[in-house]
């Protein structure tokens, strides 16, 4: 808007002071066809030229000043009264004050609210009452990085689709190891695996976690070449059943298998770290180093990892269980393994605390409770989520976004795992070396079979270009 005023004011001094061209000429010209053409002549004759300027220039300068200035006023009055009703008071009686109001794009407003002395929490508690005060879908509520006595609350006009399809979606599967997250009011998000490493899928029953779950692993599969997937799903393997006719997936339906594909996966991370070690690398990269990316998928952790009402040798089990992925997600990410989990349940006792802290990536639905929320985001926006399947926060080291994640039903993902057997089974398999071997868990047979596999792993598949 400066830059149209600047533009103007060289535009009608040029006019005004300049040689050949004057305001009286130009007057005379546009006047003219209405009769005019007079008054033209007469300002050019009789009105001092600095006064042409104030005229030309300064007058509806000011009149846009004020009409903006009376517009922004206008503005604040309103959120300030829409603030006000909901009644935010410090003890001493000081209320917040509406400071600046910022339109964005995609139908979103930024108000900036000054509010000392009032928690942050007080705002987001009084999100239904702030929705209907303001009119619109509150999208956050945060204090301001620059100034603890700021808070800015962003609204918007938009509200999420209920339903964001797959398919319609799926081109923004290119880069390798990518999937998609989902549609946010910023656009639609999709996540790389070797960004974050691991992936925490979170919220109540009938929430979405499964669906969002396979549809990550599809597009991971489409996007991706050297890859590896060991599921686990302990529910005899009836979600992710239809995965198995891939060559480069295991699926493991109980918790004998399951430990074993987390034991098996555990070794083949201790010999990569040696083969860095020996090779000086940092990380594994698939191509450079003929190995494959690994993931490791558990639906429904939280089965394995306590097992209630079970033997000892269950909780044995079951602590074994957690432990092997503890240390994965400790250390999967400089070897190429990623661990997703997806649990209704996070509590210590499912998901080891420690485990929590290595997984930097969580897609979090609904939850009953704030505790939940708060347990897995360190905030309750899960708990606030309105309950639409889908809906969900997608958690990014410290950024939340609600999300609605893209939709494939069963016979979409039978589709899109028949389509890759063409590229997985098979002699033209792209993966760099063999599935790896399964054992019975460790405990149950000392001599584990995997280590004797070693060399054979090591070398790779030679005859698969990558
Ligand atoms: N992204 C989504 N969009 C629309 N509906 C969904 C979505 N995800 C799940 N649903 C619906 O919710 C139901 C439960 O989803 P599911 O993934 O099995 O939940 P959870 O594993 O959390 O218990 C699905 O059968 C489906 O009808
Ligand atoms: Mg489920």
Redesign the pocket.
């Known amino acids: 808007m400066f830059l149209f005023w600047g533009i103007y004011l060289v535009w009608i001094a040029l006019v005004i002071f300049g040689p050949r061209w004057n305001l009286s000429i130009l007057l005379q010209f546009i006047g003219s066809p209405m009769g005019m053409g007079g008054f033209g002549a007469w300002m050019g004759a009789h009105v001092p030229r600095g006064l042409q300027l104030l005229v030309f220039f300064f007058l509806p300068l000011c009149g846009w000043l004020f009409g903006h200035g009376i517009r922004t006023w206008i503005t604040l009055k309103k959120y300030q009264r829409a603030l006000d009703h909901l009644g935010l008071k410090t003890p001493t009686g000081l209320s917040p004050k509406v400071v600046r109001a910022v339109e964005l794009e995609n139908k979103r407003r930024r108000i900036l609210v000054h509010a000392v002395g009032i928690d942050v929490a007080s705002f987001r508690d009084k999100k239904g009452a702030l929705e209907s005060s303001f009119n619109a879908i509150l999208q956050d509520v945060r204090v301001t990085p620059s100034n603890r006595q700021m808070i800015e609350i962003l609204v918007s006009d938009r509200e999420l689709p209920?339903?964001?399809r797959f398919d319609d979606r799926s081109e923004n599967l290119r880069n390798p190891y990518t999937f998609l997250v989902g549609e946010t009011m910023d656009g639609f998000v999709t996540a790389d695996l070797c960004e974050i490493h691991h992936m925490l899928v979170a919220?109540?029953?009938?929430?979405?976690?499964?669906?969002?779950?396979k549809q990550a692993l599809v597009g991971i599969l489409k996007t991706s070449k050297h890859i590896q997937l060991y599921l686990v799903d302990l529910k005899r393997g009836v979600e992710f059943k239809v995965f198995d006719a891939l060559d480069n997936v295991v699926l493991a339906k109980d918790e004998p298998a399951a430990l074993s594909v987390l034991q098996a996966v555990a070794v083949e991370m201790d010999r990569r770290f040696r083969f860095l070690e020996d090779k000086g690398f940092n990380e594994i990269s698939p191509e450079r180093d003929g190995l494959d990316r690994i993931v490791v998928a558990i639906?429904e952790a939280s089965e394995l990892f306590i097992l209630s009402n079970s033997s000892k040798e269950g909780k044995r089990l079951a602590q074994e269980a957690r432990e092997t992925a503890d240390k994965i997600a400790k250390l999967g990410r400089a070897a190429g393994i990623h661990l997703i989990l997806?649990t209704?349940k996070v509590v210590k006792e499912t998901i080891d605390t420690r485990v929590q802290t290595n997984i930097n990536a969580k897609m979090c639905?609904r939850v009953n409770t704030i505790a939940s929320s708060m347990t897995v985001l360190n905030n309750k926006k899960a708990a606030d989520l309105p309950k639409i399947?889908?809906r969900g926060i997608w958690s990014v080291g410290s950024t939340d976004l609600v999300v609605?994640?893209?939709?494939l039903d069963a016979e979409g993902i039978a589709e899109e795992v028949e389509s890759l057997t063409v590229k997985f089974n098979g002699d033209a398999s792209p993966l760099k070396q063999k599935m790896l071997e399964l054992t019975a868990p460790k405990n149950e047979q000392p001599n584990n079979l995997i280590v004797s596999s070693e060399e054979n792993v090591m070398s790779g598949k030679d005859e698969v270009e990558s």
Not at 203 to 213: D, E, I, L, N
Not at 404 to 407: I, R
Request: net charge neutral; glycine share 20%; charged share 10%.
């Open positions: 209920t339903l964001v919220g109540a029953t009938g929430g979405g976690k499964s669906v969002f779950f639906d997806a209704q639905f399947n889908g609605q994640v893209p939709y």
